[in-house]
T-cell receptor
Framework: DAGVIQSPRHEVTEMGQEVTLRCKPISGHNSLFWYRQTMMRGLELLIY????????DSGMPEDRFSAKMPNASFSTLKIQPSEPRDSAVYFC??????????????FGPGTRLTVL | AQSVTQLGSHVSVSEGALVLLRCNYSSSVPPYLFWYVQYPNQGLQLLLKYTTGATLVKGINGFEAEFKKSETSFHLTKPSAHMSDAAEYFCAVSTPGTYKYIFGTGTRLKVLA
């Protein structure tokens, strides 16, 4: 299995530009998570999808952030317009959630975003 | 509300020495507990997890952790550190019936030759 795939691995953009991060979860998994990792705030859950439906987006910082999951094999996280404080590593993780709470999350390699 | 506290943001050990990374949790219900490792420029990888049953959990790469309810702890240990263990380690908690992990702030392990 290829694991969770994220692209791009690195993104450098200027303030005000639109940024789109992409994720391909592990085949057969029914849940997808987007996280943001910064030195100051650690690892934060941004949004959780189950069966392609957003279940919990309470971690999305503000309206500039949006996420979609049009099908079971693809998700995007978009930032528009981007700001320097959005600079972070963004991780996508997938899991086969059975509702028990014990399900392992499998993380992608992350996208390092730098907003100048 | 659940929370996780990792004591020590940086830990240094000599190669061959015992590794001890501390994790304390707070949960109003019996928790599920996880340790993840993050190598440089990589995503997080599961080391081990405690759900129910035996309180001493063995994971990959020789790591183990013991769930101690009375101390609300889930410390990670390895008898003998190897240079390849240098990484950042995250403790996480979840509860039955939920999908959400609460991660600690991480402990960066440095192994000295």
């Amino acid at each position: 299995d290829a694991g969770v795939i994220q692209s791009p691995r690195h993104e450098v953009t200027e303030m005000g530009q639109e940024v789109t991060l992409r994720c391909k979860p592990i085949s057969g998994h029914n849940s997808l998570f987007w996280y943001r990792q910064t030195m100051m705030r650690g690892l934060e859950l941004l949004i959780y999808f189950n069966n392609n439906v957003p279940i919990d987006d309470s971690g999305m910082p503000e309206d500039r952030f949006s996420a979609k999951m049009p099908n079971a094999s693809f998700s995007t996280l978009k930032i528009q317009p981007s700001e320097p404080r959005d600079s972070a590593v963004y991780f996508c993780a997938s899991s086969l959630v059975r509702g028990g709470g014990t399900d392992t999350q499998y993380f992608g390699p992350g996208t390092r975003l730098t907003v100048l | 509300a659940q929370s996780v506290t990792q004591l020590g943001s940086h830990v240094s050990v000599s190669e061959g020495a015992l590794v001890l990374l501390r994790c304390n949790y707070s949960s109003s219900v019996p928790p599920y507990l996880f340790w993840y490792v993050q190598y440089p420029n990589q995503g997080l990888q599961l080391l081990l997890k405690y759900t129910t049953g035996a309180t001493l959990v063995k994971g990959i790469n020789g790591f183990e952790a013991e769930f101690k309810k009375s101390e609300t702890s889930f410390h990670l240990t390895k008898p003998s550190a190897h240079m390849s263990d240098a990484a950042e380690y995250f403790c996480a908690v979840s509860t039955p019936g939920t999908y959400k992990y609460i991660f600690g702030t991480g402990t960066r392990l440095k192994v000295l030759a």
